[in-house]
């Protein structure tokens, strides 16, 4: 399961939920461009393409750390949508984004006295 990734056709969904299924499929799709184009290493990565891609630049970029968990079921009715999930996996296991080098220390002392639940 990538974030909510579907295959419209399996999915049933109609209305609003018909239109998120395709946003979030349209995202996804262009974090991969993006991942695929650091792992090319090309001239231009297309981080402009989903509002996701463009939130995401910084820390899909030299200063940062990334991390990705992936969802997958053992159910052989999921088996095609497992595979695709560790497809993406690996495409961006394989991807090298360069080394964090900007160590960022947050001291969030300040917060520990407010009452966050007013």
């Given at each position: ?42 001239q231009h990565v297309p981080y402009r393409n989903s509002k996701l891609t463009y939130l995401l630049k910084e820390s899909l ?58």
């Amino acid at each position: 399961d990538l974030a909510g990734s579907e295959r419209l056709s399996s999915s049933k969904s109609e209305g609003e939920r018909l239109d998120e299924a395709k946003h979030i499929n349209k995202s996804l799709s262009a974090l991969a461009d993006v991942i695929s184009a650091l792992a090319n290493e090309e001239q231009h990565v297309p981080y402009r393409n989903s509002k996701l891609t463009y939130l995401l630049k910084e820390s899909l970029g030299g200063d940062s750390k990334m991390l990705m968990f992936c969802n997958v079921s053992p159910e052989q009715k999921y088996a095609k949508e497992t595979l695709c999930t560790l497809r993406f996996a690996d495409k961006v296991n394989q991807t090298h984004i360069g080394v964090a080098k900007k160590r960022v220390v947050v001291n969030l002392s300040q917060y520990l006295n407010e009452d966050i639940f007013d």
